[in-house]
């Protein structure tokens, strides 16, 4: 008789007192207006927080549930999860849902105080420090359902001293309206020691309304420090835009630097190369998913050398198949490498498609560090940074240190010359486009995180690398390091000035400018040509 | 009178009759083609399979194809068997009108569907004007046009932008104070914003309060503008929100920033007026939920006409092996899905492909649209009326419908608000 059992079972729930607190607890989140279904939030945090552990993990399931939107409302009854699967949000016991109850619409503002709510109550219910000490740090910036009641329960419960760090500070700004003045001036001490805009919004905003001569001075002093933390991280992230910028643009030119350097040929599919490159290393990952998926986090450290193979494969084949036959005829080698462009993105196109690739974001790609006042280091362009820099340094030791650099420093310094010296100049032209190639290829894998990989994204950075190149001058790896840190920092000086639009433009009439001035480019070849 | 037939005059003759022969042989396939017509009509499809818009506009082709395949089961239109002309205008705005002439003169197609940006429908405007053709437009779009030849099948910004702009204004949407309109720099993007600042004047919102800012189409580099919203919505004044009508492979690449510079949709949320399920395919969008887009159709759209659709797609997908996601429908793929049929239902009741006839008879029928709403063209315009719905983007690339119209608001071709 399972159904009678059930009705005993419910009898006794609706009998007990904590039952129908929780009843009118969790019903409140369904009533129609928006304020009342906050404030039911902020309730519910405040009973899990002053009603032992039991209570908040309850409040936690519930307030989850929320944000989860698996909340159902018939009348002012709630409950979790639909139809004969639910449960009564009150008890948490199976419950089926009556067919007409409603899903609770849920907005921003209510996933902000559910979210709020779930890190206070996460205070009593988590066993994990960890865990806690990060529902403290979400609560720093989400306090739609935080109360001073709710914090000083977590205080007094509280024995970690991570947490504590966080939490101490949090009481102290949550005093910006309190009757003391010294409490005032602690609340403006604590907001202030995260240098951000926001925190100097906060106070400017609490001082407006401020009558006490002592607070106000506290306060201005305050917002001095925060103005000049925030006109230093300005500067900061100013030069970060710049050479992450630099460091896509120099990953891009790097290859073609050295063919165009080498060999005079004009190499349009050099933008292709980097785009096989980001499809070498998505292959990569989804082996890795298949095979190996412990290690997914570090697949695109593992493509690193596929995805360089790879596109210095399909230079080879391309050398071999079309460039061989048109040496000495750089126009020809234009329209062939063109054509060889076009026939790269329709065959991915046709194979795989035009849609976006997913690309699983690891951890050392996703978000970023705050540093000072407002600036921002992004993970994943630190790792372009990072890749363009070892790439750069790699290729600068290649040329300088091994007897394969020597050979084609002499070829593009005097090819008939270093014929001459024995050097065989078509096989140092064949290692020299695979290195050209592959090192298209890495760039895929340093931009992957970056941008979106289709089988047009190569089209974008070609008359980018072209660019750098020619402004460097023709072969010069200085140069075309040079090159884009000059483009890339005038880009982002320009950006918030003119406009995005009116940077590009300003930026291409300068490079026409320098170029007239100095056709050589930046630092000028040694050598004949 | 005499024979002078000398050798020049010979040369002379043979060579006009050559090329007479030649002249003569150019229109030769079209009437091959109008000869095989008799027992099809076509169908031809303006949609870039390459360049920057290929992500999004390339599977608009296939919707057409399968759309004319469930005309095609069903007998066909009047008889007739349809079939789809597909192009490739390569995201290149003068080759829509090129091969929208190709497709009205050549082809001699009974109606186009195409285009996606506004630039490439203001490019093919004159053609299918001049040629009194009838292209059917799946996009919502900057409203400001209204011409005989275009069927609108999407909503002009009184219809999508503004409902939506006002909810993002009122309680429930989280009372927005300010506002930071985000483009890429063409006209759809600037014309929307002038009728959004007429909008928020007439509201009384003052001048500080907002900020306009356009980039390249294509650009991706969106470091600078993410740090100057980062400041924008830091300053006092109110709730932030940023309208963002930036285009194609920019959506990604700006939202990608946004995450990564640690900015929440629940301090700041973006109203992408371009950005749909597809956008977010190569993004991990947990730390994007809450993010926001308006259109006539959202793929969570409660109704049996809609889990027809969502079938039919995933089935013409697997059984065509075309290289789109078999379980992800956007707005204007169903628009595009209620443009052929509201086609074939108007050429039924004409009783005629004749595109005069077609207009006439389209005001006058309606389609039940996979939206869940019941469609139909206006009486006085050549606009169809839309629902509106409101998506807030959810942790599995989705959008989940945040509200919804009650019926299907007239559309209105010239905003009230551009003057300002």
Known sequence: MPVIRLLILLAALFGSPAYADRAVLSGALCAPALADQIAALGALAEAGATGGKDEAAWARTVVEAVDARALRCAASLAFIGEGDAALDAASLAPSPAPVDAAPMPINNRLRAAAASAAAALTLFVDTEPAARAKAATTLERRREALSLTILDAALAAETEPTVLAVLEPLRARMMLADPDPQNRIRAIDAIAAETTLRNRTLIAEALSEEADTTVQAAGQAAMARIDRQIAIGQVLATLYSGLSYASVLLLAALGLAIIFGLMGVINLAQGEFIMIGAYAAWFVQNAIRALLPGLIDWYLIIALPISFLVAALVGVVMEALVLRRLYNRPLMTLLATWAVSLLLINLVRVTIGTQNLEFHQPFYVVGGVPVVGDFIVTLNRLFAIAIAALAFVGVVLLLRVTTFGMNVRAVAQNRAMAGAAGIDARQTDRLAIALGSGLAGLAGVALAPLYNVNPNMGAGFIVDSFMVVVLGGVGSLAGAVAASFGIGQINVIMEPLYGAVAAKVVVLLLVIAFIQRRPEGLFAPKGRR | ?420
């Open chain 2, 1 to 420: 009178m005499t024979l002078g037939l000398t050798r020049r005059r010979l040369l002379k003759t043979a060579g006009a009759s050559l090329l007479g022969v030649g002249a003569a042989s150019f229109p030769m396939p079209g009437l091959i083609r109008s000869a095989r017509a008799a027992d099809t009509v076509k169908l031809g499809c303006l949609f870039s399979s390459s360049g920057a818009m290929a992500n999004v506009e390339g599977r608009l082709t296939s919707v057409v194809r399968m759309a004319a395949e469930e005309l095609n089961a069903k007998g066909g239109v009047m008889g007739r068997t349809v079939e789809v002309v597909g192009t490739d205008p390569a995201s290149d705005w003068p080759l829509y009108a090129q091969l929208s002439r190709q497709l009205i003169e050549q082809d001699q197609v009974a109606a186009l569907f195409g285009c996606w940006t506004s630039v490439s429908r203001k490019s093919v405007l004159p053609v299918v004007e001049q040629s009194d053709a009838l292209l059917y437009y799946p996009l919502h779009f900057e409203g400001e046009e209204n011409s005989k030849n275009v069927v609108y099948l999407n909503s002009p910004p009184s219809s999508s932008v503004l409902p939506a702009v006002e909810y993002l204004m009122g309680p429930d949407g989280g009372e927005a104070k300010r506002f930071f309109m985000l483009g890429s720099d063409y006209v759809w993007p600037r014309t929307i914003n002038q009728q959004l600042k007429g909008y928020w004047a007439s509201k009384g919102i003052p001048e500080t309060d907002w900020r306009e800012e356009y980039v390249p189409v294509g650009h991706s580099n969106f470091q600078t503008l993410v740090n100057q919203i980062r400041e924008f919505a830091d300053q006092p004044g109110g709730q932030p929100v940023v309208v963002l009508t930036v285009v194609g492979n920019s959506i990604p690449d700006f939202f990608r920033e946004f995450a990564n510079q640690g900015i929440s949709a629940l301090d700041v949320p973006v109203l992408g007026l371009d950005a749909l399920e597809a956008d977010f395919e190569g993004l991990d969008t947990a730390a994007l939920a809450g993010h926001l887009n308006c259109w006539a159709y959202l793929q969570t759209a409660k109704g049996p006409a809609n889990d027809a659709f969502k079938a039919a797609w995933a089935k013409h997908v697997a059984d065509t092996g075309v290289p789109y996601r078999g379980d992800v429908a956007i707005d204007p793929m169903v628009s595009v899905y209620d443009g052929v049929h509201l086609w074939a239902l108007a050429a039924e009741k004409a009783g005629s492909f004749a595109v005069p006839e077609v207009r006439a008879a389209s005001p006058s029928v309606s389609f039940a649209c996979p939206s869940g709403y019941e469609i139909a063209m206006m009486a006085d315009s050549t606009y169809v009326k839309r629902g509106v719905f409101i998506g807030s983007l959810n942790e599995t690339q989705g959008f989940d419908v945040l509200w919804q119209s009650e019926g299907t608001p007239d559309p209105l071709p010239f905003s009230p608000y551009m003057k300002a």
